[in-house]
């Protein structure tokens, strides 16, 4: 099970961090990723890690500004978002697979409720 956390209210320019924490003994072994869907559009990857943490993935229009970490001791992922823009606004997903052959994944098998960010300009 994944809970994802963090979501709120930012002006833009500003920061957020989202977090995803996960049940379970097998976190590591998952990939992990963050979506996004805005209102009318189609949900988006944002950024993915393995399982290690050792590679990342990260959507053009967010590098440099997202970031995707892991705690695989605390069960843990996070999104640090930097110089947050009013497109950015969207319902964040966390998501988890342990079944591809090549990262990132293309289809996640479990899923977190999402988390909105709203940046106001």
């Known amino acids: 099970q994944l809970q994802a956390s963090g979501g709120g209210l930012v002006q833009a320019g500003g920061s957020l961090r989202l977090s995803c924490a996960a049940s379970?003994?097998?976190?590591?072994?998952?990939?992990l990723g963050w979506f996004r869907q805005a209102p009318g559009k189609e949900r988006e990857l944002v950024a993915a890690i393995s399982q290690s943490g050792g590679a990342k993935y990260s959507a053009d229009s967010m590098k440099g500004r997202f970031t995707i970490s892991r705690d695989n001791g605390k069960n843990t992922v996070y999104l640090q978002m930097n110089s947050l823009k009013p497109e950015d606004t969207a319902v964040y997903y966390c998501a988890a697979d342990n079944n591809f052959l090549v990262f990132p994944p293309n289809v996640y098998n479990y899923w977190g409720q999402g988390t909105q960010l709203t940046v106001s300009s």
């Open positions: 379970g003994r097998s976190f590591s072994t998952y990939a």
